[in-house]
T-cell receptor, first 113, second 113 residues
């Protein structure tokens, strides 16, 4: 069974600090990997998308990296803001399963002033 | 433009009752997905529609769950004989075509007492 595992499950940091969230997956063959941000009570919103040939992609203060050989991705948040408090979900698309997406359990980030 | 909308936003029902959850996708999106998200977990796939037909319903947990999309736009997720374990947030997403980015609605929080 395809799996996507994220760590840590939760994280508390002070405003202005950086942090890195991890995602390990077993989905193979792999089509693409997305990081979503989900605010409390809202649906997930896509931050970045990477194919197997991309190593890094940035979206403002968010930078995602991908190592397709080790099947690992990370999301780095720079100069965190209070509005970054949310769950961050790693999602991998299986190239053999149509539009099937496998979601990680998410990392719940809390940024404190 | 309008995003994916879901109604109701919250639903409380008694064990054994029948509920219907509605999803209005983004206009023109042919693909529609239902997910279930338990507290602290990532979304789990339930069913995927391409047009009016259910292209993949492998995520439906049992025959108490059913979904329709009769005109290829609005979809309704139907749950019969609800159980306390059905309590979760039910997310709907749509995409312009299979494989393209999915846009999520805010979800319906279902609580079965």
């Amino acid at each position: 069974k395809n799996q996507v595992e994220q760590s840590p499950q939760s994280l508390i940091i002070l405003e202005g600090k950086n942090c890195t969230l991890q995602c390990n997956y077993t989905v193979s063959p792999f089509s693409n990997l997305r990081w979503y941000k989900q605010d409390t009570g809202r649906g997930p919103v896509s931050l970045t998308i990477m194919t197997f040939s991309e190593n890094t992609k940035s979206n403002g203060r968010y930078t995602a990296t991908l190592d397709a050989d080790t099947k690992q991705s990370s999301l780095h948040i720079t100069a965190s803001q209070l509005s970054d408090s949310a769950s961050y979900i790693c999602v991998v698309r299986d190239n053999n399963a149509g539009n099937m997406l496998t979601f990680g359990g998410g990392t719940r980030l809390m940024v404190k002033p | 433009g309008a995003g994916v909308s879901q109604t109701p936003s919250n639903k409380v029902t008694e064990k054994g009752k029948y509920v219907e959850l509605r999803c209005d996708p983004i206009s023109g999106h042919t693909a529609l997905y239902w997910y279930r998200q338990s507290l602290g977990q990532g979304p789990e796939f339930l069913i995927y529609f391409q047009g009016t037909g259910a292209a993949d319903d492998s995520g439906l947990p049992n025959d108490r769950f059913f979904a329709v999309r009769p005109e290829g736009s609005v979809s309704t997720l139907k749950i019969q004989r609800t159980e306390r374990g059905d309590s979760a947030v039910y997310l709907c997403a749509s995409s312009p075509q299979p494989g393209s980015e999915q846009y999520f609605g805010p979800g319906t929080r279902l609580t079965v007492t």
